[in-house]
């Protein structure tokens, strides 16, 4: 018999560590090399592709950030950046 679409509840949780791990991962990546990633203190092209990856895994497993994310990527400061990322990395203890 065939799988197909159906997850079982420990695939889902293992796909869930698995995004979580990646999350955390790139939020440290970002973090760690700002000075890569931000010019006069504004997400720069790279910064906005690297926190579009973000993003996508943020909604996917922390849908109630829709409006916070809206307002970081539209303002794309350091400051409101770096305040989501950590809240993020926190919540999930990425260190």
């Known amino acids: 018999m065939s799988r197909g679409l159906v997850t079982t509840g420990l695939e889902n949780n293992r796909s869930q560590a698995s995004l979580l791990k990646t999350l955390c991962r790139l939020i440290s990546f970002l973090l760690e090399r700002e000075f890569d990633f931000f010019s006069d203190d504004y997400l720069n092209s790279e910064g906005r592709k690297l926190l ?34 950590a809240e993020i990395g926190e919540k999930y203890q990425c260190w």
């Open 52 to 85: 579009e990856k973000i993003i996508e895994i943020m909604l996917e497993t922390n849908p109630e950030y829709g409006r916070r994310i809206t307002t970081v990527r539209r303002k794309g400061s350091r400051e409101e950046v770096v305040a989501l990322l």
